[in-house]
Structures are given as C-alpha cells and as structure tokens.
T-cell receptor
Framework: QQQVKQSPQSLIVQKGGISIINCAYE??????FPWYQQFPGKGPALLIA?????SEKKEGRFTISFNKSAKQFSLHIMDSQPGDSATYFC??????????????FGTGTLLAVQP | KAGVTQTPRYLIKTRGQQVTLSCSPI?????VSWYQQTPGQGLQFLFE???????NKGNFPGRFSGRQFSNSRSEMNVSTLELGDSALYLC?????????????FGPGTRLTVL
C-alpha cells in the first residue's frame, strides 16, 4: 500500500513532442504528490507538485494531471527539449496527515529527448 | 543562499567497516531527511529529523543510524558495512516538518563498499 508505481521505465521523445509519465498509488492517505527531475551526478530537484484537491496544475511546460478516483497522476512535458533529458521520479507523501516530509518514490523514468 | 551540502562526495570502504556521512541543510531549514538511492531499489527513505528528534524511520536495519545537531546539521552512520550498502546517499532539507514542503536535495555521497 505504500508503493507508487511509475511507468514507463524509459521514454524516447522527439524534440518538440510531448513526454508523458504516469504514476499510480494505493494509499488514499497520500496528500502530496511531487515530481522530481534528476540529472546524472546531481540530487533530485523538485519540478512541480500537486495536492489531491486539484485536478491539474501547470508550471511553464510542465503539467501535472491528477485523477483522485483512479488514484493516478501524470506528468506532461510540452515542447520537450534535449535539455529535459533526465530521470524523472514521481513521489507521494502523507505530509499533512502524518506531519512528515517522508517521500515514497516511484521507480523513475529515464527520458531521452532526441534533437 | 547556499544549497544543501553533503560531505564527503565520494567514499570507498571495505566490508565490516563503518562510515559517517554529513549533511548541512539550507540555512534556516530545520528538517533533514535521508534517502538511499540504488539502481535496484531506487530511492528509499531512511530517516527524518526535526529539531534534533527523529520523527520517522524507514525500513532499514539497525546498522543505519542518524542524528541531528542543534544547528540542524545531520549525520548518518552505517556500521558493519555490507556490499549491498553501496549506494548514493542523499540528504534533503526542508523548512519545517509539517509535510508538503518543498524538499531540497544535496548532491549526495557516493559510497562504494568493497
């Protein structure tokens, strides 16, 4: 119940295309869903995050879509660029309920944007 | 503002030894969490500290321990190292422990156990 399932494991997208990464969870106590981007040799960096009372959140080229009933959320990267090539992790937390910063991470998606 | 600092960046140890990793959070941040990252298990939560108190602990053996000091700096210790402890150990700092806060990760300490 503590798992967050992420797919696909890897993704190749052409420059200018849309990259879509999906995550699913079981624990309905999760109340905070961030996405992280990690480049080789670096720590993960927060991209965008959403709470379950919102169905969509957009920040620049990055959009999170959230489906509470299906317990799924996804990251859309519009106009994908070679500089977006990185590993992306979804995560979930019982932040508000559990008063914790503990994150449960998905398994990661290696994105390659071809020029 | 300086980011999260982790020292050392790289470490090579042999089985049976112990190791101490250090994390300095962003100035003003009082919450520090530790994660282990491996190709096989991904990113796994180790522990979380706030105001020198451990608030949460992941599913790791007792060989993994940590602490936080009054200046919010944190250390984690792994005793009796095993080959499987080879990993990238990441520290993340956050302003508070109230949850849903942005966590800023450091670059990690790459531990290799031979």
């Amino acid at each position: 119940q503590q798992q967050v399932k992420q797919s696909p494991q890897s993704l190749i997208v052409q420059k200018g295309g849309i990259s879509i990464i999906n995550c699913a969870y079981e624990n309905t106590a999760f109340d905070y869903f961030p996405w992280y981007q990690q480049f080789p040799g670096k720590g993960p960096a927060l991209l965008i995050a959403i709470r379950p009372d919102v169905s969509e959140k957009k920040e620049g080229r990055f959009t999170i879509s959230f489906n509470k009933s299906a317990k799924q959320f996804s990251l859309h990267i519009m106009d994908s660029q070679p500089g977006d090539s990185a590993t992306y992790f979804c995560a979930a937390s019982m932040g508000l309920i559990g008063a914790t910063n503990k994150l449960i991470f998905g398994t990661g998606t290696l994105l390659a944007v071809q020029p | 503002k300086a980011g999260v600092t982790q020292t050392p960046r790289y470490l090579i140890k042999t089985r049976g030894q112990q190791v101490t990793l250090s994390c300095s959070p962003i100035s003003g941040h009082r919450s520090v969490s530790w994660y282990q990252q491996t190709p096989g298990q991904g990113l796994q939560f180790l522990f979380e500290y706030f105001s020198e108190t451990q608030r949460n602990k992941g599913n790791f053996p007792g060989r993994f321990s940590g602490r936080q000091f009054s200046n919010s700096r944190s250390e984690m210790n792994v005793s009796t190292l095993e080959l499987g402890d080879s990993a990238l150990y990441l520290c993340a700092s956050s302003l508070t422990a109230s949850g849903g806060n942005e966590q800023f990760f450091g670059p990690g300490t790459r531990l290799t156990v031979l």
